[in-house]
């Protein structure tokens, strides 16, 4: 097995609603990769996307955009695990290339979210049968961990503000972010309530965004790029389908299993880590995420937050560019964002929001809730 | 790169319209596939479908998947090339294997076409703003190729009679094949039209089938299979995405040099191939890829039915067990289908529809108007 490095990114800024196609977006993050990866060719194409089934009416979309990037020939497929779609494809990208049956791969993530009503074709993340039939959404499933959390360490739906808080703080400096106006602690305290006890503040917001990243075999990194960004570990698991099936629903089991995996492969230990850019779609999945990788103890990782050790300086810092709640969570590509993000960090390049002595970072990704959880380890 | 080998396979009969629900079709599947290999734990389980967020409303399809079938704690993940959707998912899951991330890896295709109507969905493999927006589906746009071809070559549409033939010759002994009843040459000849010139019985049925294969590196395959069959080559590729910004559309380029690299990575010629499962969708296709493939030269594909080469005593047998003309094609599964098939042909388990000294195997599944194709070569 190749090691593998990412030699390029390319983005677009998020956006509540493009002008530019589902297809256009998709190509122009693809073609500004390969070209800050000083790439003439590509060998693979692998798209994670959520919603144009639903929302675009189109399948086939590696395919499509292969061909609107102007990539011909080359193999061309979607990957797909719900809202962690994006996080999917990077591992195939990484896998075509680790195996050696491509020198040159592209991982790119695109979903248009501003064209239709995306809550119905989120909600198929679920069990549609036993979960959907009965009303849940994704919002009420995380609701309900919210609810279940906050009842049983006794605490008041305000404790998680400080996640959102450090998401709109970092945000504020970054071009490609949707979000850069302040946001208050009472702004988000005092937000209308979404799905109680979710509040609006505590939801990454509907968008759209496209992201892409090139990899090749480490061995001809420097031949690309003055800094690669080596993938020490990747690594997936899932959970009991439905939450209701799960012995502790607060307990996200596929991320315990997926970081630990994870960790061992690329050997490092999790005081290593430097940034983690996991997966705020909403306040609790960051709080629980933080627990479930060993950062919090069980009921105590909402006071990570609340004593300021995920801001950039902290111990454990995490959506540092704002994460799914501030930068935005256009699906299928928030994994990919997030790897650039993190590929923008360790290669010392993010501005103001740089993490210092940033050589080691985490990204984790979540499929419906919490059924699927994808971690990557990257490092210089 | 490890070598990696099929120790397990396990599939449903092809029905117009099971009992079944969708999850359990596909954990069937998946747990008679890895009971035929004897494995006691599984890895990562790669999932191929394309109509489940329509006709079933349900995303996220691998996790379920693996839920149902009782896998705990895996890797799972859907993955897609639209109508080859299964043949992608074969390939990622040989990636897994090859790359050394899995140990054990299923490959699972599923489709349930009989929950609704799946034309409109189908069509989303072709480019919704320009092709569908102006009426095209799947049928339409392989009755516009079979239209040129037979002007081209001054043919009469009765010419690619002998590709269902042979289809429904085959299928009457398998006992998973969908049709088994016989069908005479003057029933294709006079079966009405679907979308002119392609008659009914030019084309696969609408219905619903899972099969599902294990793979393990070839090094260990002994250990769970008295006969395994070992993947030689397993390439991708794609054509310009729509079917008229092809310079010659009766030319399928992406299955010419999808075949081409498969030969050389497997470094096996084209006559060594001892049976070829293509993708009879429409009996067009089956013609149009025997010529990009090689077997024929242009225009003279129908040549190969008509000589009678195409049969399983013949130079080039195809649809040895009914292809997806008569076995079925219910489309996510299909490729994993053709997979299983030709292992029950290289293993010398295909009783009455044994191809003699079948040792080396070719699969090659289609992707919307031949935009991908995707090629595998097996043999013992």
Redesign the interface.
């Known amino acids: 097995?190749r090691d593998v490095s990412i030699v390029g990114i390319g983005y677009l800024p998020v956006e509540k609603a493009t002008k530019l196609?589902l297809?256009q977006m998709g190509a122009r993050a693809v073609q500004a990769a390969i070209e800050d990866a000083n790439a003439d060719r590509v060998d693979?194409l692998f798209v994670g996307n959520?919603l144009a089934?639903?929302l675009?009416?189109?399948?086939?979309l590696?395919?499509?955009i292969?061909?609107?990037a102007g990539l011909?020939?080359?193999?061309?497929?979607?990957?797909?695990?719900?809202t962690a779609s994006g996080a999917?494809c990077l591992?195939?990208a990484y896998?075509?290339v680790?195996?050696?049956?491509a020198e040159i791969a592209v991982a790119a993530g695109v979903e248009k979210m501003s064209e239709g009503i995306p809550t119905p074709?989120l909600s198929?993340?679920?069990?549609?049968?036993r979960e959907?039939r009965d009303g849940a959404t994704l919002i009420s499933r995380n609701a309900d961990l919210m609810r279940l959390y906050l009842d049983r360490y006794g605490l008041k739906d305000d404790v998680l503000t400080g996640f959102s808080l450090n998401a709109h703080r970092n945000s504020r400096t970054v071009a490609h972010a949707l979000y850069k106006k302040p946001v208050t602690a009472r702004a988000i305290k005092t937000s209308r309530y979404i799905s109680s006890p979710i509040r609006l503040l505590h939801c990454s917001p509907i968008c759209d965004g496209a992201a892409a990243l090139v990899m090749v075999p480490t061995s001809e990194a420097r031949a690309f790029s003055p800094h690669p960004v080596k993938i020490l570990a990747?690594?997936?698991?899932?959970?009991?389908?439905?939450v209701d099936?799960r012995e502790d629903p607060t307990w996200l089991?596929?991320a315990y299993?997926s970081a630990g995996r994870a960790f061992r492969r690329a050997n490092v230990n999790r005081e290593d880590i430097k940034l983690f850019e996991l997966h705020d779609a909403f306040s609790i999945m960051a709080c629980l995420q933080l627990e479930a990788v060993g950062y919090a103890e069980r009921g105590e990782g909402w006071t990570l937050a609340e004593r300021g050790l995920i801001v950039p300086g902290g111990t454990i810092p995490i959506a540092t560019m704002g994460g799914l709640k501030a930068r935005g969570h256009p699906i299928g590509a928030t994994a990919i964002y997030q790897a650039c993000e993190i590929v923008l960090q360790l290669t010392g390049r993010a501005g103001k929001n740089q993490v210092r002595d940033a050589h080691l970072a985490m990204t984790q990704s979540i499929?419906?809730a919490a059924?699927?959880v994808i971690t990557h380890v990257m490092g210089v």
Chains 1, 2 share one sequence.
């Open positions: 097995m196609s297809r693979a959520m089934d639903e675009q009416g189109q399948k086939h590696a395919a499509l292969a061909d609107e011909r020939d080359i193999e061309a497929m979607e990957v797909r695990a719900a999917a591992r195939m896998l075509a680790a195996s050696g049956e074709a198929k993340a679920l069990d549609v049968e959907v990747s690594s997936a698991a899932t959970d009991r389908f439905r099936d089991n596929a299993l499929g419906g059924t699927t």
